[in-house]
């Protein structure tokens, strides 16, 4: 038997053995699936919120223009716990929406100015509104703010931001109208008192093209209110819009006589006067301040109040009263005039005049031609007293140069005018009237009466006798007429209590008219608006002051 030995054929096979198709493919299919995972997944962002409500990791969507752009994916607290920390993402082909100065907000249910809006969320749930802003650098991943208000202007609207400071009462609100000459322009942006200036801060938006029409030489102020002004042209009334009068709102235009000035700048600060009136007195930056001493009731003499020539406007009440250590040192306040501090503004004659006129220095030297200030009412329904200033020729030899400075001011002579010295000549003739002798005159008076009947009877016994037959006809009747004149001027005749009567009514009108002037001079309106009603003195318990 024969053995033979085979031996195997070894082949090396150079190939890929099929049965790794199917793990390769796997992990070509898992590492597909990873990259686009992070291919899609877009950019992360972080909001900061203070809480919150209504928003779900993973379920909260945000949008823009009603289009999702992205997803919250995770909601924590701050490492503080004082805030909330939201992170979310945008996808890959939304990322050009965000920009460093994006805004982002949440909407829901929510009744405003412009009506019920968020309505769709009741049933979706809240999102996040993303509204994309102008910046053109690079994403920064710097922390977002969600508000929980939308913007009243988009970030992407052109136009000019201004800051307003006002140390007036009343404030603006947020969303309120900012107008020139009654048409919207834009809005107020916020709304901020600050306690370390004591001012309230308002941020305004002024939409494109309407921003041209803020230059550096405009003025705002507040709208709100009715407005009734009463002049000597007669009565205005003005009612804003029912959005203006409802929450306020800013007006700005150029002060009469003012130039256009120069574009403003992107938030500048600008003064928020208190109404329109007040932006013209703001343009005369130009003064000197004159001390008047008045002898008269400065009741309803204001600050603000004009100072006239002939109606021609000179300059401004600037302090009512005006006094100071060095007055109350030298003379107590009730043993003294009252001082009051005005300005002198020369730039409202060069809207009259091109030639310029050094008007302090003629004030002062026209004074020794007679010229006094005094107190006028400008308005008698409301009482409203201005400084009027007169020539005088009666008092153009009183004036005193010594007098021309006190105090440190430079001071016009004053005198009484107007009312008041209506009032001072009227009071005169009451208090003659009051001095006169009337009892005494009454008692003379019945005495000469008691005369004149005595006289009356002797007529008659003349006229009675034989001798009056013998004396001329026309003597007769002269003593006839003169009985018969004399008969009705004796007591308890018909002209003779007439005449008592007209005596008492005339006392009467005189006690009555006393109290009157009284009140006039106190207030100068209350012919026409009631003056207030004096308090009894209330008698004071023994012992207290």
Excluded: C
């Amino acid at each position: 038997m024969t053995n033979s030995h085979k031996f195997a054929r070894i082949i090396k096979i150079r190939a890929i053995s099929a049965i790794w198709i199917i793990p390769i493919v796997t992990a070509i299919v898992g590492l597909w699936i990873i990259y686009s995972h992070f291919a899609d997944r877009g950019t992360s962002f972080i909001l900061l919120a203070k809480d919150a409500n209504g928003i779900i990791a993973g379920k909260t969507v945000i949008k823009n223009r009603s289009v999702d752009v992205g997803i919250v994916d995770e909601v924590t607290l701050s490492k503080d716990y004082k805030q909330v920390v939201i992170k979310g993402r945008i996808y890959n082909d939304m990322e050009p929406l965000l920009k460093n100065d994006s805004i982002f907000w949440v909407v829901k249910p929510e009744i405003g100015r412009d009506g019920v809006t968020g309505l769709g969320t009741i049933l979706s749930g809240v999102y996040i509104e993303l509204a994309a802003g102008n910046d053109t650098h690079n994403f920064k991943n710097i922390p977002f703010i969600l508000s929980d208000n939308p913007p009243l202007s988009d970030p992407s609207i052109k136009g000019i931001r201004l800051n307003l400071e006002s140390d007036q009462t009343g404030v603006i609100p947020r969303g309120a109208s900012v107008m020139f000459r009654g048409y919207r322009v834009g809005n107020v942006e916020t709304s901020v008192f600050d306690v370390d200036a004591r001012k309230m801060k308002y941020q305004i938006f002024i939409t494109q093209p309407y921003d041209a029409l803020v230059t550096q030489n405009v003025r705002f102020w507040k709208e709100g209110g009715v407005n009734l002004t009463l002049s000597s042209a007669g009565a205005r009334l003005n009612v804003p819009s029912l959005d203006v009068l409802m929450s306020g709102g800013i007006s700005f235009d150029l002060p009469d006589g003012s130039k256009l000035g120069a574009p403003a700048k992107q938030y500048a600060i600008y003064t928020l006067y208190d109404d329109k009136k007040s932006i013209q007195e703001s343009q005369y930056t130009d003064y000197k301040e004159f001390l008047i001493m008045l002898s008269d009731s400065i009741s309803g003499l204001n600050v603000g109040a004009p100072v006239e020539y002939h109606g021609i406007r000179l300059g401004t009440v600037s302090k009512v009263p005006f006094y100071t250590d060095e007055m109350l040192k030298e003379s107590s306040i009730l043993n003294q005039k009252v001082p009051v501090l005005i300005k002198i503004e020369p730039e409202r004659l060069t809207e009259l005049v091109d030639e310029k006129i050094d008007i302090s220095t003629l004030i002062m030297k026209e004074q020794e031609k007679g010229l006094r200030a005094s107190l006028k009412t400008s308005n008698l329904f409301t009482g409203a007293l201005y400084i009027d200033l007169d020539f005088y020729p009666d008092l153009k030899d009183q004036y005193n140069v010594k007098t021309s400075r006190q105090f440190g001011y430079d001071t016009i002579d004053t005198t009484s005018a107007g009312i008041a010295q209506i009032q001072s000549k009227i009071l005169q003739v009451l208090d003659n009237f009051n001095n006169l002798p009337l009892n005494k005159t009454m008692n003379q008076l019945n005495r000469s009466l008691a005369s004149t009947e005595h006289l009356m009877n002797s007529l008659n016994q003349i006229m009675s006798s034989k001798e009056m037959q013998n004396i001329p006809k026309d003597m007769q009747k002269t003593l006839r007429s003169l009985s018969d004149t004399l008969r009705e001027l004796q007591p308890g005749s018909d002209m003779n209590n007439q005449i008592k009567e007209n005596l008492q009514k005339l006392q009467q009108m005189m006690d009555e008219l006393t109290p009157l002037l009284n009140t006039l001079n106190d207030k100068s309106n209350a012919l026409i608006f009631s003056a207030p009603t004096k308090q009894d003195e209330q008698p004071k318990a023994k012992g207290r002051k």
